[in-house]
């Protein structure tokens, strides 16, 4: 791979880092090589303990304590970086190779503003009078694409928005000059329209300085979208390396194929995802052979007593893989899944004019200055069985109205009807408790969702206490067993304590105990967005399942389009606490009328070459609700706002029995 | 003689087998719950915890027979012949002493005429005496019972190792009852006003802080003036100043738990406040608690000491760990120095103080799920 070595600006070769954990090793990065040439975007991909921070990391000398580097080489300038003393390592690190974090909250002192923020990272490498460096200041913002840089210089952190405060991150990397960027998940908590602001804002950065990027992402679309060059990583090592496009059209290694096909999107509607079975190793688990044999379906008895090595396939395609060119097997398609023939009964759910105002308070009194409008006013249906997606991005109210449904927010106005009876708004808790097993939630982060002082049996039990009051411990505990098989877990998990358990087994968890009280509407509210893509894959397969075989309706609450387009019949975008569309799954996405899902849908990385969609960049971010903009809440935003959307709400206009939207001008 | 029954030791026998027969009932009920049979195996494997357990109980032990006692027959001080009523013809009863004084009484009838250092054999002053040849001079009297005071005598001759052995019950009782009066008044009002908010919570916030801004001194000085000195006095007032603390920070954690998404599951699964306090909230914080109690625990039997200083504390009549803490700060003046009372103390605080945090931090990680 690095057969001219020169030509690279970073060459990283067999580099081990192994953590201490009471005096044994533990190996977190094995054997990693990869190289890097001036201006080139390599993107590092892998799902979470692959290894590929702590590689990144290890290159700036920002390891923690108890880990070492064992092994290699990383030449930066024809200097190894790793063989530096720390005084040295440190003078590169932040000037010649700079580093952006994911989380732009925390990266940011919050007691100072940002401009003396920049400013002492321009004191740590050039000495400049205090008028200059302030004018520098100021220009690195406007290079960041922040309007108002002279204002914005005195803001404090918490006054910017996230994309605002990872522009912020970026100046502080410019502040250097460096010739590397690490950009370590830059974009990972961000909204996919900032995220694509700051994707045209490195390619951009990139362009005019030739400054390289070294991508470190688990979004595989993304990086089929930015990319140059792709080294995939597996459990602390590479598996595989090559040119984007070699990698997306001919992936090689059984995971990467693998995890390709387990990312949901429209083509794969109808059938099961390719889930790969089990989940990411932990490094402290021993491995013999091939670190992905145990989860691999053509593993061969070599693969788990012997570990591969590279071999090179030719134009810069490289992997580790015993099988690499082995035909994988087919997945078997859902059948039965076709919607069409099904009779729909009576709504199970119906939502009109869904009102959630937070009071604002202030003073001694508390009195009521003004509403944080989180939901305004928005109606939908759902029918047994179906599955509707309502998306958007943060801030946009969506979970409000998940945690409206299940009583957790309180309502301002409008009617949550269920099995076409009963309306549950206004009624006393105490009356309202028999409903509360209609709707169930379940929530994005699985590591809080599940009390730590309780056994699985007792989380699953709480809700079977209450609603089912009759059934003996023995009737009870034979219906948790069929439960916790039906999700997928063996049987002595109830017994157990909850981090015992991975990620995608909590979420199987979170589940169970939502049937437990036979609920008719399955509230999934970001449900798999803190998953790794191979478990996500297994969850949403459990969803589909489980869907068809109790006749579950669900709300599934997300902002990830290619999980909409795979699960979801019908859409509805919201945007600052109303619905701007609302259709079938396949009309919305063929072709949004309102020109934010339209901008929602161009922003959203996709495995599809990238170059046949129009590009529509949203500029600036989604606004407070507390003081939304009048008329159209979209218009500051809008590219085809007029004057009467600043003025008046649009209308509802209908394109199909099934799609409406509301929008002045809708695109055609 | 005992003026009411509540002074009787019938009561006080009574009240150490009802609290005991508690705790052992307590412990039964626990120990069929398969969490804390569990926490209990976790415990027994640490080692440390085994043996502050041990200590501990060794202290327990002393504080129970220190609480049970009785009153046996007026004997004449010659003849041991029993006292009779002179006209009832009834044997008359002493006041009484506990099971411990009973146990101690060969070491404490063990009286010297003043100082004596630990083990030693001659007194610790020199007195002046008549030599044979009729000269005065200087020399160290030798004891009346040498070697056998492990931690010497007091100016008045008293053995120090049964001051600190008589200490031990005020100690645990002024640590404990103050828990035990403090914990619950936190737990109640922290978790409500923390889990409710609202008007709960502005009301508990506003009695807190009226509480916390009265002087501690003050307020347990104006309370023992009031009601008079003694231990449950004393451990009353302390408890009373002294719950704020916890319940705020028992609030800050539980409001922290009300937004966890494991509380808003059980919620919306229609589970009733009470029983999502108890049941989740609780058991969440009980680390908390269990931190603060045994920090509490050893700064309570200091502060007692502050208090015996300033004439607010326990009786003059109680023994207490304070009370020879101030005893010894006269007594370290003196050239050469007596030290030996503050070590008896020292040492004894140290022995309860010290095991009590190891097994306190090995009943939290037991009872954390994760770290098992």
């Known amino acids: 791979m690095s057969s001219q070595p020169e030509q690279h600006l970073l060459a990283v070769s067999g580099l081990r880092i192994a953590f201490r954990q009471g005096g044994a090793g533990v190996t977190a990065v094995q054997d990693a090589s990869f190289a890097i040439k001036p201006g080139e975007m390599l993107a590092l991909v892998g799902e979470s303990g692959s290894g590929k921070s702590i590689t990144a990391l290890s290159l700036l000398g920002l390891l923690p304590p108890n880990a070492v580097v064992e092994a290699g080489q990383a030449h930066f300038q024809g200097r190894d970086l790793l063989a530096l003393p720390a005084s040295e390592s440190r003078a590169i690190a932040g000037r010649r190779i700079a580093m952006i974090f994911q989380e732009p909250m925390t990266a940011l002192n919050p007691v100072l503003t940002v401009g003396w923020q920049i400013g002492e990272v321009l004191k740590q490498h050039h000495q400049l009078p205090r008028a200059e460096r302030q004018r520098r200041v100021v220009d690195l913002l406007a290079q960041v694409g922040i309007p108002d840089p002279e204002q914005r210089a005195s803001d404090y952190p918490h006054q910017l928005s996230g994309g605002m405060r990872q522009r912020v991150m970026i100046a502080m990397a410019l502040a250097g000059q460096p010739e590397l960027l690490i950009a370590d998940e830059p974009t990972t908590a961000l909204d996919v329209t900032v995220q694509a602001q700051i994707m045209d804002l490195l390619q951009a950065l990139r362009r005019q300085y030739g400054t390289a990027i070294l991508l470190i992402t688990h979004n595989l679309a993304l990086v089929n979208e930015q990319a140059d060059r792709v080294a995939v990583m597996y459990a602390g090592s590479i598996v595989e390396t090559a040119g984007c496009d070699d990698l997306f059209r001919r992936p090689a290694h059984p995971y990467t194929r693998l995890l390709l096909r387990s990312i949901p999107s429209v083509d794969q509607r109808g059938q099961r995802l390719a889930a790969i079975t089990g989940s990411v190793p932990k490094p402290e688990e021993a491995i013999p052979g091939c670190r992905f044999a145990p989860r691999c379906p053509l593993a061969t008895p070599q693969c788990q007593a012997e570990a591969p090595l590279f071999r090179d396939l030719g134009h810069g395609h490289g992997v580790v893989c015993h099988l690499a060119e082995a035909p994988l ?15 729909l009964p009576s709504p199970v759910l119906q939502v009109t004019g869904l009102q959630v105002w937070f009071p604002r308070q202030s003073g001694l009194l508390r009195r009521t200055i003004g509403y944080v409008k989180a939901v305004d006013g928005i109606d939908f249906t759902l029918w047994p069985g179906e599955t509707l997606a309502l998306v ?3 801030g946009c109210g969506k979970t409000t109205v998940g945690k409206a449904l299940v009583g957790l927010a309180p309502v301002n106005a409008g009617r949550i009807v269920v099995h076409g009876k ?93 049937l437990a009280v036979n609920p008719a509407v399955v509230i999934c509210d970001e449900c798999t967005s803190a998953l790794d893509v191979s478990v996500q894959a297994q969850i949403l397969n459990l969803l589909k399942d489980l869907q068809h075989e109790l006749g579950l309706a669900y709300l599934f609450i997300t902002h990830d389009l290619g999980v909409v387009s795979f699960l979801a019949e019908r859409i509805a975008v919201m945007y600052l606490g109303r619905i701007v569309e609302h259709g079938q799954t396949a009309e919305v996405m063929a072709a949004p009328r309102h020109p934010y899902t339209k901008a929602l849908l161009a922003a959203a990385p996709t495995l599809d070459s990238a170059d046949g969609r129009p590009k529509l960049r949203l500029p600036g971010d989604v606004p407070s609700p507390i003081n939304p903009p009048a008329g159209c809440h979209f218009h500051p935003r809008c590219p085809y706002a007029q004057a009467v959307c600043r003025t008046m709400p649009p209308p509802s206009a209908s394109f199909s029995p099934t799609h409406s939207c509301t929008c002045h001008f809708p695109v055609a | 003689m005992p003026a009411t029954f509540f002074q009787s030791w019938w009561f006080q026998n009574l009240l150490t087998l009802g609290l005991l027969t508690g705790a052992a009932l307590l412990a039964w009920r626990l120990s069929r719950r398969e969490y804390w049979r569990n926490a209990f195996h976790e415990i027994c494997r640490n080692r440390l915890a085994v043996i502050s357990f041990i200590i501990l109980c060794g202290y327990g032990a002393i504080a129970i027979l220190d609480s049970v006692g009785w009153r046996r027959p007026l004997r004449h001080p010659e003849t041991g012949e029993v006292a009779r009523h002179p006209e009832t013809g009834k044997v008359i009863l002493d006041q009484g002493a506990s099971a ?102 502005d009301a508990t916030q506003y009695v807190c802080a009226v509480l916390s801004s009265i002087p501690t001194v003050l307020f347990i000085a104006a309370f023992m003036i009031i009601f008079g000195q003694g231990l449950p006095q004393l451990a009353l007032a302390m408890g009373i100043a002294s719950w704020t603390g916890l319940c705020r920070l028992l609030r800050g954690e539980t409001i922290r738990l009300r937004e966890t998404d494991f509380v808003l599951a059980a919620k919306a699964m229609g589970v009733p406040s009470w029983r999502i306090i108890l049941r989740h909230i609780v058991p969440n914080v009980l680390h908390l608690i269990l931190i603060t109690t045994v920090i509490r625990f050893s700064s309570e039997v200091l502060a007692e000491a502050a208090f015996t200083y300033l004439g607010i504390g326990v009786g003059a009549d109680t023994m207490s760990w304070g009370a020879m803490i101030n005893d010894a700060r006269t007594e370290l003046t003196r050239e050469p120095i007596i030290w030996w009372k503050l070590a008896a103390a020292f040492t004894f605080m140290v022995g309860l103080v010290l095991p009590a945090n190891l097994f306190g931090d090995a009943v939290r990680d037991a009872l954390d799920p994760r770290l098992r």
Do not use: N
Request: neutral net charge; contains cysteine; charged residues 20%.
């Open chain 2, 100 to 201: 411990l004084d009973y146990l101690l009484a060969p070491i404490s009838a063990k009286r010297e005429k003043t100082y004596s250092a630990p083990l030693a054999a001659t007194d610790y002053t020199p007195t002046t005496a008549m030599s044979s040849t009729g000269q005065p001079q200087r020399v160290h009297a030798p004891l009346t019972y040498p070697r056998s005071h492990l931690f010497g005598t007091d100016r008045i001759g008293q053995d120090v190792f049964c001051q600190a052995c008589k200490s031990i019950r005020t100690g645990i009782i002024i640590g404990l009852l103050t828990t035990i009066l403090a914990v619950p008044f936190a737990l109640v009002f922290g978790t409500a006003a923390g889990y409710y908010g609202g008007w709960i919570d």
């Open chain 1, 329 to 343: 097997p087919e997945v078997q398609t859902d059948t039965a899944a076709s919607k069409d023939d099904v009779v």
């Open chain 1, 422 to 514: 009963t309306d549950l708004t206004g009624l006393h808790p105490r009356a309202l408790r028999p409903f509360r097993q209609t709707i169930q939630m379940i929530f994005q982060d699985p590591f809080s969702s599940l009390d730590p002082r309780l056994t699985i049996g007792e989380t699953i039990a709480e809700g079977m206490e209450i609603h089912q009051p009759g059934l003996t411990s023995h009737e009870r505990q034979s219906r948790m067993a069929d439960l916790i098989a039906k999700v997928g877990l063996p049987a002595d998990a109830l017994r157990r304590y909850p981090h015992q358990f991975s990620g995608g087994q909590r979420q199987r968890i979170g589940l169970a105990r939502s």
């Open chain 1, 392 to 394: 958007g991005e943060s």
